[in-house]
């Protein structure tokens, strides 16, 4: 399924297979994809802005340089995602899996991560400033060059 640069916000995609669609640059601003299986599926440099994807199934997917502003993916699988570069500003990652994921570069500033599972995950110079972390699982995960000033991780898994 194609829908490069197609115009979805405020969309109702709940429950959707969207598995290996192609959303490059789609504007999803407002959008509910709770439920929606977006595995494999090209996010590239698409707009989430205020999404929800509540129990989204999002492994694999390509979100590099995707805007996720304050979109909310709690329970999300983004197992192996690809969020190189992508701007989660205020996200909720609530007991989100993100096990192997590439958020290298991300901007994470005030997210709330709590219990999220970031075992393995890349966040190479990615931008955790503020945000939330408390009981997140951060076993083997990559933190070269990371920025978390202020961020809380109490309880947090794997650091040393």
């Keep these: 399924m194609d829908f490069t640069e197609a115009k979805l916000p405020k969309a109702d995609l709940t429950g ?7 959303l490059t640059e789609a504007d999803l601003t407002g959008a509910d994809l709770s439920h929606t299986n977006l595995g494999h599926a090209d996010l590239c440099g698409a707009d989430l ?32 995602a690809d969020l190189t570069a992508a701007n989660l500003a205020g996200a909720r990652l609530n007991s989100t899996r ?3 994921a590439n958020l290298t570069g991300a901007d994470l500033t005030d997210a709330t991560l709590t219990h ?19 009981g997140a699982d951060l076993s083997g995960a990559q933190l070269n060059a990371a920025e978390l000033d202020a961020a ?8 040393e």
């Excluded at 994807?53 to 192996?80: C, E, Q, R, W, Y």
């Excluded at 999220?116 to 408390?134: F, I, P, S």
């Design 16 to 22: 959707a297979n969207l598995t290996n669609a192609n």
């Design 49 to 80: 802005t205020g999404a929800k994807l509540i129990n989204a199934g999002l492994a694999s997917a390509h979100l590099s340089m995707a805007t996720l502003i304050k979109t909310v993916l709690s329970g999300a699988d983004l197992t192996a």
């Design 98 to 100: 993100l096990t192997n």
């Design 116 to 134: 999220a599972n970031l075992a393995g995950a890349d966040l190479t110079r990615a931008c955790l400033d503020g945000a939330d972390l408390t």
């Design 152 to 159: 809380e991780l109490t309880g947090t898994i794997g650091l």
